[in-house]
């Protein structure tokens, strides 16, 4: 075992096909990729995974990793954040994310666990869809991003969302979980 995550061997991912430890959660995280290439007609290339998120609160440091992010012309449009369990807790840790991972506001934010979903409007915070067959398709998030302005997160709004973050995803994970790098202070 590695970390808390029961390890099953190895398996293919989908998207880079790098090898990737095969546990539970990453079965999920490639059921995801698949649904929204498979399914949801997004091309390979729209997709970028474990996407790192740098974290700097002054005395406190961190790297936490995104699941995945949706890119339309070098924008990102949507974020997927996958955690096993209760999908409202993890509400705000998506839109923390949409603010923190590009210098605009990411429009959109998927929170799932692999059997279901809530998909959330990052501009007001609001779920707008429920489960994962309500997931956008790449030709309705097209439609949808066209009415999206890239709005710049303020200065103000991306430390709150760090804090947010930091306290959610470092200080609030198991203690076992070696997928956060925490850095000495400076």
Known sequence: ????????????????GETREDTLDERY????????????????EDLT???????DLGDKQARVRLDLTVQFDERIVMLIKYAPG????????????????????IPFSVVTNGKD?????NYTGEGIERGLDRIFSRKALEVRIRSCDARPVSRHHREM???IL?????DGRCPCDDS???????
């Open 86 to 105: 209760s999908l409202t807790t993890r509400h705000q840790v998506a839109l923390a994310a949409s603010r923190l991972l590009a210098p605009y506001q």
């Open 161 to 163: 969302a760090a804090r």
């Open 49 to 55: 995974p474990r996407v790192p998120i740098d974290i």
């Open 166 to 170: 930091y306290a959610y995803e470092v």
């Open 29 to 44: 995280r490639q059921q995801i990729a698949r649904l929204l290439v498979e399914e949801k007609g997004f091309r390979r």
């Open 117 to 121: 979903a809530d998909i959330l409007n």
């Open 1 to 16: 075992m590695g970390g808390h995550h029961l390890i099953l061997g190895e398996t293919v991912d989908y998207l880079t």
């Open 180 to 186: 956060v790098c925490e850095y000495e202070h400076r």
